[in-house]
């Protein structure tokens, strides 16, 4: 494997080493994050910007008994700037009050071995930037459109360490890849996206081609709100299932605040609560959505199932909570990965008398915890289905949507893929989902967004 940008693992331990060794707190911890981001961003069909920065992050995290503080520096090289940072975090610490929750610093862990660094992405030069944003600018040129994209490309290395004896490192590249293209009138827009670990996977020519696409294709005809039978994207999938990962909490649930409180008290772990069809897990080394296999606290985080055919398999405990449990503690998911099926986007298309196909969701915002809802805007390329074809485009809605009717109301499944699930464009949590087509998709009102 190729070294990582930024700091390597052995320098980020010699920093922790020397944080601890200065500190004069009861326990301390270093979580630092160091490497390398660069971009290219495209307007007008040019590429306007393009750049990159190394950057290094040093959180010291001082505790007193209970009481805790932090304070982040990026003066690493000079003895006594990390000092005087690490004596700020011990002057709050003392000040703060008592945090009643707080559980002791790790001691050494044992981490699953995590392939995420790709040197393909790590050593990823502008010249290959600028010729993949070539392609969607000489496409949208061709059809007389015009093209807006965003690059981004990440690639370091992260590491926690505790003055109980832990520390542990972890290389990861990323990259973000978005594309939207209108019509010189701004009437019509389509988008398309990619995101991948690995460089090799970022396809260009297909996010040209699907964004110049749909924007041929879309342009605003009316069609009044409702609840339609919905063929979403990968995309649009992505954008809801990465908000539903804070939804798989013990703790919310024991304490009667999410949808997986039982009625009367406690939790509906074991019960089947979505169509069998839905499986949701997450994994640290599922191939190119590669993350963390531990979390900012250094507890150690490996492949778990949350929703296993239908059926509520796990949900996340911290530390503090697994202790007034008497259970072990499991933390939160950092990539998602829900099972695909076989059917084709064209199969789905098929299959339907009266729907409406869904390219990605805008502006999503949370409306109620205990049937996990939200609403958003659809956006750059919304169409209606009749007796199985795609028969014009329409107008874009803003959606009201439980996530839990959306997975119980499941007709087909597609194949899963890592999208952009992001709203800004940055490489996000990685995220890999299946186009699905449901019925009763809350269309609940006419939007004016193009």
């Given at each position: 494997?190729?070294?990582?940008?930024?700091?390597s693992?052995?320098?980020?331990?010699?920093?922790?080493?020397?944080?601890?060794?200065?500190?004069?707190?009861?326990?301390?911890?270093v979580?630092i994050?160091?490497?390398?981001?660069?971009?290219?961003?495209?307007?007008?069909?040019?590429?306007?910007?393009?750049?990159?920065?190394?950057?290094?992050?040093?959180?010291?995290?001082?505790?007193?008994?209970?009481?805790?503080?932090?304070?982040?520096t990026?003066?690493?090289?000079?003895?006594?700037?990390?000092?005087?940072?690490?004596?700020?975090?011990?002057?709050m610490?003392?000040?703060?009050?008592?945090?009643p929750?707080?559980?002791?610093e790790?001691?050494?862990?044992?981490?699953?071995?995590?392939?995420?660094?790709?040197?393909?992405?790590?050593e990823?030069?502008?010249?290959?930037?600028?010729?993949a944003?070539?392609?969607?600018?000489?496409?949208?040129?061709a059809?007389?459109?015009?093209?807006?994209?965003?690059?981004?490309?990440q690639?370091?290395?992260?590491?926690?360490a505790?003055?109980?004896?832990?520390?542990?490192?972890?290389?990861?590249?990323?990259?973000?890849?978005?594309?939207?293209s209108?019509?010189?009138?701004?009437?019509?827009?389509?988008?398309?996206?990619?995101?991948?670990?690995?460089?090799?996977?970022?396809?260009?020519?297909?996010?040209?081609?699907?964004?110049?696409r749909?924007?041929?294709?879309?342009?605003?005809?009316?069609?009044?709100?409702?609840?339609?039978?919905?063929?979403?994207?990968?995309?649009?999938?992505?954008?809801?299932?990465?908000?539903?990962?804070?939804?798989?909490?013990?703790?919310?649930?024991?304490?009667?605040?999410?949808?997986?409180?039982?009625?009367?008290?406690g939790?509906?772990?074991?019960e089947?609560?979505?169509?069998?069809?839905?499986?949701?897990?997450?994994?640290?080394a599922?191939?190119?959505?590669?993350?963390?296999?531990?979390?900012?606290?250094?507890e150690?985080?490996?492949r778990?199932?949350w929703?296993?055919?239908?059926?509520v398999?796990?949900?996340?405990?911290?530390?503090?909570?697994?202790?007034?449990?008497?259970?072990?503690?499991?933390?939160?998911?950092?990539?998602?990965?829900?099972?695909?099926?076989?059917?084709?986007?064209?199969?789905m298309?098929?299959?339907?008398?009266?729907?409406?196909?869904?390219t990605?969701?805008?502006?999503?915002?949370?409306?109620n915890?205990?049937?996990?809802?939200?609403?958003?805007?659809?956006?750059?390329?919304?169409?209606?289905?009749?007796?199985?074809?795609?028969?014009?485009?329409?107008?874009?809605?803003?959606?009201?949507q439980?996530?839990?009717?959306?997975?119980?109301?499941?007709?087909?499944?597609?194949?899963?893929?890592?999208?952009?699930?992001?709203?800004?464009?940055?490489?996000?949590?990685?995220?890999?989902?299946?186009?699905?087509?449901?019925?009763?998709?809350?269309?609940?009102?006419?939007?004016?967004?193009?």
């Amino acid at each position: 494997m190729a070294e990582a940008k930024g700091l390597s693992s052995d320098d980020l331990k010699a920093i922790s080493d020397r944080v601890i060794q200065l500190s004069n707190a009861d326990q301390c911890r270093v979580n630092i994050n160091s490497g390398w981001r660069g971009y290219t961003r495209v307007a007008t069909n040019r590429i306007t910007s393009a750049g990159g920065a190394d950057a290094t992050s040093i959180n010291i995290t001082s505790v007193f008994g209970k009481r805790v503080a932090s304070v982040s520096t990026n003066s690493f090289e000079d003895d006594a700037l990390l000092a005087a940072a690490v004596r700020r975090s011990e002057t709050m610490a003392r000040l703060a009050p008592e945090s009643p929750e707080y559980v002791d610093e790790l001691a050494a862990q044992n981490y699953q071995d995590n392939q995420a660094y790709y040197e393909s992405t790590g050593e990823l030069e502008p010249l290959t930037r600028a010729e993949a944003a070539a392609i969607a600018i000489q496409q949208a040129k061709a059809a007389g459109q015009i093209a807006a994209s965003y690059m981004d490309v990440q690639a370091g290395t992260s590491s926690v360490a505790t003055s109980n004896g832990l520390f542990g490192s972890h290389s990861k590249t990323g990259v973000a890849y978005t594309l939207t293209s209108r019509t010189r009138d701004g009437l019509q827009s389509g988008w398309a996206g990619d995101e991948a670990n690995d460089w090799n996977n970022i396809e260009s020519q297909r996010v040209a081609d699907d964004a110049v696409r749909k924007c041929r294709d879309w342009r605003k005809t009316n069609l009044d709100p409702g609840q339609y039978t919905a063929i979403l994207e990968p995309t649009a999938v992505g954008m809801l299932m990465l908000r539903m990962m804070n939804a798989f909490n013990q703790r919310t649930a024991d304490e009667g605040r999410s949808y997986f409180s039982k009625a009367g008290g406690g939790n509906r772990l074991g019960e089947q609560l979505f169509d069998d069809r839905v499986t949701i897990y997450s994994d640290p080394a599922y191939r190119d959505a590669e993350s963390s296999p531990f979390d900012r606290s250094g507890e150690p985080i490996s492949r778990q199932n949350w929703i296993q055919s239908g059926a509520v398999e796990n949900l996340a405990r911290s530390r503090f909570w697994a202790g007034q449990l008497n259970q072990e503690p499991l933390p939160g998911p950092n990539n998602l990965i829900m099972a695909g099926g076989n059917d084709s986007l064209e199969e789905m298309i098929a299959s339907t008398e009266r729907g409406v196909l869904l390219t990605r969701f805008w502006y999503i915002r949370g409306l109620n915890p205990r049937i996990i809802s939200y609403t958003g805007l659809s956006r750059d390329g919304t169409f209606l289905i009749e007796d199985g074809k795609i028969t014009r485009p329409v107008n874009n809605f803003r959606f009201n949507q439980s996530l839990v009717e959306m997975l119980q109301n499941v007709e087909m499944i597609g194949p899963s893929v890592r999208v952009a699930a992001s709203e800004n464009s940055s490489v996000s949590t990685p995220i890999v989902v299946p186009t699905l087509k449901v019925n009763n998709f809350n269309l609940s009102s006419v939007s004016d967004a193009i």
